[in-house]
């Protein structure tokens, strides 16, 4: 069994170093290397918060089944249990910090896609998805994008929509947080007074 195949997040965070250019050195091979023909498709993944098998075929139509099932069951690749999965954060960060200059144009790329299918078809986890990606290159505009699409969702009283849009975003800055978090009790408030869910409803949206 190789190195790569033993390794597990518990070792991932043994790796973490006073710099980010330490810890680089120090994963790089031993994790990303041993993952031949995955890297592409890795670094796709690793931009997103979480991500399914629907949201990878989008952005990496080239995935095959194979491809799939080596990815879900790499060390750093965390099964979230509800049909999704995400990169661990370590993992994460190295993979955006290599991919460098060419950050932007896969931000704007699987975000435009996402983005497409996300109003075509409104799917909220689609557009939330966006979101984070492009929050990656700019997250003060996309904190303010942000909120103009939930304050029309809730001009609009589709205060669900609003709820699902919210919980699939994520933003790293305090100010993106309490944004979400700010605008989440308040669409939880206009359902409690408008009676369109129940209480036990609105607390599994939380």
């Not at 994963?27 to 918060?49: Q, S, V």
């Not at 966006?130 to 994008?145: F, R």
Request: with cysteine; proline share 2%.
């Amino acid at each position: 069994m190789d190195e790569f195949s033993t390794l597990t997040v518990k070792d991932i965070e043994t790796l973490r170093a006073n710099t980010l250019e330490e810890v680089r050195l120090k994963t790089w091979r031993r994790l990303f290397n041993k993952a031949e023909g995955l890297m592409e498709i890795i670094d796709y993944a690793g931009i997103l918060p979480f991500f399914t098998r629907p949201v990878m075929d989008l952005i990496c139509p080239h995935m095959k089944t194979d491809h799939w099932d080596r990815l879900i069951h790499l060390s750093f690749v965390q099964d979230k249990g509800d049909g999704t999965w995400k990169i661990h954060d370590l993992a994460q960060d190295l993979v955006i910090a290599e991919l460098g200059n060419k950050l932007n144009k896969i931000v704007h790329d699987v975000s435009d896609q996402l983005e497409k299918v996300g109003f075509k078809d409104s799917n909220s986890t689609y557009q939330g998805l966006a979101l984070s990606v492009q929050a990656l290159v700019d997250e003060p505009k996309t904190i303010e994008k942000a909120g103009a699409m939930i304050t029309e969702l809730n001009r609009q009283r589709l205060y669900q929509d609003g709820l699902s849009l919210l919980a699939c975003i994520r933003f790293h800055s305090e100010e993106g947080k309490m944004m979400l978090q700010w605008h989440k009790t308040k669409i939880q408030q206009k359902l409690q007074e408008s009676n369109i869910t129940k209480p036990s409803e609105i607390e599994e949206i939380a």
